[in-house]
Structure formats: structure tokens, C-alpha cells
């Protein structure tokens, strides 16, 4: 052996103590939370060894991680909240619909750095039932990729190739179900003991009645109920979501042993963020509606624990789209502020732009963003428009009724307007699982032609157009803005309409969120762009925002966000400030005619010099000769401080 071979081999031999020095310190660290999250779920005589287990498998699990995605939890950790930055822009995509599948994708990472989109989520990639399987969200694996994407080694590559551009990647954990097939579920439907305890598996219907009498139920229409007769086994098992999609129970703590071993076996494929797939159902409970339950929180806290020894650059995403005041306690409470999860969805915004651009008004999104509490400091939301799935009118009723709206009745105006009940209404978008028990409903369709593209570009209608893009504009300005991540939703970049093709497909046409589960339309890109196309548009323009974005650390999220009232009940006004005294002021016209606001008080935060603005987005500056600022319908300003 010469003498560089000696050193290398030494200096790899001190860089693997290290790595294990640190683990040891993490799991010090961290030992005290685990034991006492561990015997707060588990605190059974006969769970003890379990926790034995549990201490062996976290060290296991390390030993099994590979040595590159090791060096990155190291620089990670050191790096901080390194998630806040202005610099991370998503998008969300199906890999077969983008361009069919892992190698396709690879080829089209150019694509992304053009737009400046450096975060990709892809929706869910392994092995599920070949019929219907909730796109994916019923899982046969949790690591094996499906043949139709390709092989572990395309996503191998992929991932490789992803770090080397500085990419992040985000994968489902669907850790509430598995699939009827999935091979747990199969060893119980053959009877074997072991696995159906990994269930809620009841011999007869008594247990499942009760349970019934406060579960709501997430698809009425599709899958009534929340339990699936097994006839070979006579068993009744609980499936909250669809009746192939079988509740995992944690109540047993082998359940959370294996499947903290399956999530790591997919964070090992290279993966930076986990969406924790309908994390509010992790905990049942008799006599409660089973969502949100402590027990559920302290579960996803042992699942963070557990990560932050054997994988603490890892980052999870709260997908819990529930109530404002309920999403906020995913980031943890108490002493396990920031202990929980890293990032959550921001549902509440979301749902609430949507309701702003129903009501042409503010008034419900500026209330609720004064009374919910702020986030905590080191957590994030994920801020998007939309997404795979539908829109739920998630508002506070009590804030609805302090408006003076009576909450039914907005939610049936709301349901009426996007769903293609009110004739004057731009938006063509579907009612998804309207519920006549309750009068509950949600709404599918894509971005564009729930705001008006699609109705408009059949209408031949120019304005109607214009009026589409600015509005799909002004939201995803807001999303750039407002602090976290924004996630676009591939399509929405080139103003995607309705994919009305799942109708015609036996296994998709029940359920209507495939509405805007879009192929990629590369036809639109590849053909020279003309700008007088909606598509290239919208695609300039949230290129251009993206670009503005990352220019302005401002936009960082480790920045306060200032929420102001501007005296207009049709404008959202919030300020973006750091520490240095830089400063952008967002606003945005939800109004279809133009919209003005008194100006002085921007003149003392600093917006407004000799009477001009200067905006960042148009690269305009105005002067404001009679006091008063401006917008266009549906225009977005960035005011740089002067
Ligand atoms: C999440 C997914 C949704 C899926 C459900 C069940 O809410 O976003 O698409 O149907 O979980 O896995």
C-alpha cells in the first residue's frame, strides 16, 4: 500500500468514526425525547422491549445509510434552516404524464433550470394494484419503483444527477395505509394473526358501527364508510380513504418499527423532503372523528426524532389540509416546537385565495391571516395553487360569520361559482364528492380554467383571456412572496385546461381529481413561442417571477412577513422586510376593475420617493400625483423601498 492509498484510507476510516461520533451525539441528544414520545404511545408492560427494538433498529437503520447521503445530513445540519431559502422554487408532477417516465424526466431537467424550478415532487413512483390505486397513493412498496417508471437505478440516477445540479427531491410517504395488496395485507388476508393486528381488523361489525357514529368519510361517494368486509377471512378492516386502501395501526408498535425502516429505505434512494402522506389519520380513536388526535402528533414527533439521528438532513412536509388553527400544530407545540415537521402545506391559504377570487374581496383571507397564529420561526409552509388533488373550503366558520356570510350559504356560493352553477361565472371546474348528508363539497379543475382560461379561450373573448392570465399571474405572484416554498404544479406553467380523457378510462372516471392530472403539453414549448399565446405568456411571466424571486434574499422565509390593511376590502397588502432594512410591499386587485389605495403610509414605511413607486414585477414606476396608488384588475405589484 503506498503512502497516499495510507492516507486516504485513513482519512476515509476518520471521516466514518466521525459520521459515527455524530450519530452517537444526535442519538444522546435526542434520547430523552424518544423514550418519553416512545412510552407515551407505548406505556404497556409488554411494549418495554419494543423500546430495546426500537434503539437497535435506529442504529441499523444508520449503518444502512449510504456514505454521500450521510455527508449531506453533516453539511445540512450545519447549514441551519437551509429549507427558508429564496433561492428553493417546487414543482409537483406525475413522472409518466410529464414525459412518461424516470429517463424521460432525467432528459427534461433542463427544462427546470430554464424556469428556475430547483424542487421537484414527484407524485408516487413504486410498485401499487394495477387498477384502480388512488394514483399511487395505494402502495404495494414503499422502495420498489414501478416498471412503468422505469428501474431503481433510473431513480438512481436521477437523484445523482439532481444533487449534482443542486436539485431537491421530494417523494410520497404514504404512512397512514398500505394497499390490499401490499404483502402484510396479503399474510392477512391468509390468515395470519401477526399481520392483521397490523390493521384494524375486526372479527364482526359491532367495533367498525361505533367507530362509524363520528367518522366522517373521506370519499362519499366512491367509498362510503370507513370499514371494507374481507370475505375470505370474515374480517371487517378499517379503510378510511378507499376500500383497497387499508389503515395502518400504530397502536401496535411493531407497525411503527417497520414502517420507520420503510421510510428510510426510501429516504436512502436519495430523497430531501417526505411528504407524510394524510398525517392527521394516523391515531383512531373511538367516539372522535380520528384526525388530528395528540397521539397522531406525538407519532409523526417519534418519526421526526427517530429521523433527526439516522437522517437529520431530512426534511418533512406536513400534508395534513384539515382546519387554519389544526395545519399550524404539525409544526409541533410546546416544547416540541419545530420538533414535528419542518414544512407544511399552507391549505389554509390556498382555499382562501380561492375564496378571494369568488368574492373579488379579501375580507375572510385578511381576517384569518390576523388571527391565526404565525408559524414558528425555523418551520415553513409550502405555499401552492394547485395541486393533484381538490380544493376543500377549509375556512373557520366563525370568521365567515363575523363577515356577516352565513358559512353554509358561502360554501354552496363558492360551490356554485367554480362548479359551473352560476352562468355569469368564468370557472369550469367539477364538484368533487358533494356529500347531500352534510351539503359538504369540493371543487377539482385546473388553475386555468378554474380562473376563467377555459371558458374564455372557447368564447374566443381577448379580455376574458387577458383577465384569465392576469389572474393566474397574481396568484402565483402571492405564493413567490409570501414566505416558504412555493410549489407550482406542472401544467400551471403553461396554463394547462381541463383533461377531460379520465372519463373515458374505467379505473379514473369515479373520481374527478384526475380532471387536472394533465399530460405535459411539450407541443406548446418546442413549436417557436409565440407570445401572443396564453401559454407562453403565463410561462414568461412566472419565469420572470421566479427569476425576481431569487434576485431579493428578502424573499427568504427566515424574513418576517407584515400583513398590512390598506383600507380595501378588495386588495391584499403584505410586506416582506429583513434585517438590513430591505423591504418589498406585495399587493394585489383581486378586483375585476381597477382598485386604488391611499398612499401616504407607504410614504413612512419607505415605498414611495418624491410620489413615485417603483414596481419590481412590471419594472414601471408610477407617480401617484393625486395621493392615491392604483392596480389594474387583477394586477400584482412588488414595490421595492426606495
Ligand atoms: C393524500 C393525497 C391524496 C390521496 C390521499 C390518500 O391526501 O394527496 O391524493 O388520495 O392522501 O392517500
Redesign the pocket.
Known amino acids: 500500500m503506498n503512502q497516499a492509498h495510507v492516507h486516504k484510507v485513513l482519512t476515509l476510516q476518520h471521516k466514518t468514526q466521525d459520521a459515527e461520533a455524530l450519530f452517537e451525539q444526535r442519538l444522546a441528544a435526542n434520547l430523552g425525547f424518544i423514550q418519553r414520545l416512545f412510552f407515551k404511545l407505548y406505556g404497556q408492560p409488554e411494549h418495554v422491549p419494543y423500546f430495546d427494538a426500537l434503539l437497535e433498529r435506529l442504529s441499523e437503520l444508520f449503518k444502512g445509510r449510504p456514505k454521500a447521503l450521510k455527508k449531506l445530513d453533516v453539511e445540512r445540519v450545519k447549514a441551519g434552516n437551509w429549507y427558508q431559502s429564496e433561492q428553493i422554487v417546487g414543482m409537483q408532477l406525475y413522472v409518466e404524464h410529464f414525459d412518461k417516465d424516470l429517463k424521460g424526466l432525467h432528459q427534461k431537467l433542463p427544462y427546470f433550470e430554464e424556469l428556475g424550478v430547483n424542487f421537484l415532487h414527484l407524485m408516487p413512483l413504486m410498485t401499487r394494484p394495477s387498477g384502480e390505486s ?2 399511487g ?1 395505494a402502495v404495494n412498496s414503499y422502495h420498489k419503483v414501478d416498471s412503468k417508471y422505469g428501474t431503481q437505478k433510473d431513480l438512481l440516477d436521477l437523484t445523482q444527477a439532481m444533487r449534482a445540479k443542486g436539485m431537491y427531491l421530494m417523494l410520497d410517504f ?1 404512512v ?2 398500505t394497499s390490499e395488496e401490499y404483502p402484510w395485507a396479503k399474510k392477512a388476508l391468509k390468515g395470519v394473526k401477526k399481520y392483521q393486528d397490523y390493521y384494524y381488523m375486526y372479527a364482526d361489525d359491532t367495533l367498525p358501527k361505533e367507530f362509524e357514529k363520528s367518522l366522517p368519510e373521506v370519499f362519499p361517494e366512491t367509498s362510503p364508510g370507513n370499514f371494507t368486509y374481507q370475505s375470505e377471512i370474515d374480517r371487517w378492516v378499517m379503510t378510511v ?1 378507499n376500500h383497497y ?1 387499508w389503515d395502518l395501526n400504530y397502536t401496535n408498535p411493531e407497525v411503527f418499527l417497520e414502517m420507520l425502516s420503510n421510510l428510510m429505505d426510501m429516504v436512502n434512494l436519495g430523497v430531501d423532503f417526505v411528504r407524510f ?2 398525517l392527521a389519520f394516523l391515531w383512531k380513536k373511538m367516539g372522535t372523528i380520528s384526525q388530528n388526535l395528540p397521539e397522531a402528533h406525538e407519532l409523526v414527533q417519534l418519526f421526526r426524532m427517530s429521523l433527526q439521528v439516522i437522517a437529520p438532513g431530512t426534511i418533512l412536509l406536513a ?1 395534513a ?1 384539515v382546519a387554519p388553527r389544526d395545519i399550524l400544530k404539525y409544526f409541533g407545540e410546546g416544547h416540541m416546537q419545530g420538533n414535528e415537521c419542518e414544512v407544511a402545506y399552507n391549505a389554509s391559504l390556498m382555499a382562501l385565495l380561492w375564496n378571494s377570487i369568488a368574492t373579488k374581496k379579501t375580507l375572510l383571507l385578511q381576517k384569518t391571516l390576523e388571527r391565526i397564529p404565525d408559524k414558528p420561526k425555523e418551520c415553513t409552509w409550502l405555499n401552492y395553487v394547485r395541486c ?2 381538490d380544493i376543500g373550503l377549509g375556512y373557520d366558520d366563525q370568521l365567515i360569520e363575523e363577515i356577516g356570510w352565513n358559512p353554509f350559504m358561502h360554501r354552496k356560493f363558492l360551490l356554485d361559482y367554480y362548479c359551473q352553477r352560476l352562468q355569469w361565472s368564468p370557472a369550469t371546474g367539477l364538484l368533487f364528492m358533494y356529500n347531500p348528508k352534510t351539503g359538504d363539497g369540493r371543487i377539482t379543475g385546473s388553475a386555468a380554467s378554474l380562473l376563467g382560461l377555459e371558458k374564455a379561450l372557447k368564447e374566443k373573448h381577448l379580455p376574458k383571456i387577458q383577465t384569465a392570465i392576469a389572474k393566474i399571474t397574481l396568484l402565483h405572484g402571492i405564493i413567490m412572496a409570501y414566505g416558504g416554498i412555493p410549489m407550482l404544479y406542472a401544467g400551471d406553467e403553461i396554463a394547462t385546461l381541463n383533461d377531460y380523457s379520465f372519463l373515458k378510462e374505467a379505473d379514473k372516471k369515479e373520481d374527478g381529481r384526475w380532471v387536472n392530472r394533465p399530460k405535459q403539453n411539450w407541443k406548446v414549448l418546442e413549436e417557436p413561442r409565440n407570445k401572443k399565446k396564453p401559454q407562453i405568456t403565463v410561462f414568461e411571466s412566472l419565469k420572470a417571477l421566479i427569476s425576481l424571486r431569487k434576485k431579493h434574499p428578502v424573499f427568504a422565509d427566515s424574513n418576517p412577513k407584515v400583513l398590512h390593511y390598506s383600507g380595501n376590502d378588495h386588495l391584499l397588502v403584505f410586506e416582506r422586510i429583513d434585517d438590513e432594512g430591505s423591504g418589498i410591499l406585495v399587493l394585489a386587485n383581486f378586483d375585476e376593475v381597477p382598485q386604488a389605495v391611499e398612499a401616504g403610509w407607504m410614504t413612512k414605511l419607505g415605498y414611495l420617493n418624491e410620489g413615485k413607486a417603483k414596481d419590481l414585477i412590471s419594472g414601471k414606476s408610477y407617480t401617484m400625483s393625486s395621493g392615491l396608488l392604483e392596480l389594474e384588475p387583477y394586477q400584482l405589484m412588488w414595490l421595492a423601498k426606495s
Do not use: L, R, S, W
Request: glycine share 8%; net charge negative; aromatic share 14%.
Open positions: 388512488d394514483g397513493y404514504v397512514n395505509h380513504f386502501q402522506d394524510a400534508e389540509i393533484h388533488d
